[in-house]
Nanobody, 123 residues
Framework: QVQLLESGGGLVQAGGSLRLSCAASGRAFNSYDMGWFRQAPGKEREFVAA????????YYGDSVKGRFTISLDNAKNTVYLQMNSLKAEDTAVYYC????????????????WGQGTQVTVSS
């Protein structure tokens, strides 16, 4: 079993920044790839970013590329999502998740999810 706990969400003005955290624990979580997704009201869960604890490429969704950045703190078992130049359309609940499936961009490939953290961007 893997446990994930997101934090760092809040209310920010358009153009501002936030840093989300995802603390991971449990069975061999760092042997899996992980990702960030978001879900706005009435919309499907959207891919934000994907990465591997062991290194390798990091992927970003088209809507966040160039504005969002992932970083890892292996000592703290924590992954961060730095979000800059925020827009109103970034408003959503943000989730981190563990992937055991094949497609990093598909929510269906992820097995363990955190509870999510709300990000609201005011315009």
């Amino acid at each position: 079993q893997v446990q994930l706990l997101e934090s760092g969400g809040g209310l920010v003005q358009a153009g501002g920044s936030l840093r989300l955290s995802c603390a991971a624990s449990g069975r061999a979580f760092n042997s899996y790839d992980m990702g960030w997704f978001r879900q706005a009201p009435g919309k499907e869960r959207e891919f934000v970013a994907a990465f591997s604890w062991g290194g390798g490429p990091t992927y970003y969704g088209d809507s966040v590329k160039g504005r969002f950045t992932i970083s890892l703190d292996n000592a703290k078992n924590t992954v961060y999502l730095q979000m800059n130049s925020l827009k109103a359309e970034d408003t959503a609940v943000y989730y981190c998740a563990v992937r055991r499936g094949s497609y990093y961009y598909s929510a269906g490939s992820y097995d363990y999810w955190g509870q999510g953290t709300q990000v609201t961007v005011s315009s």
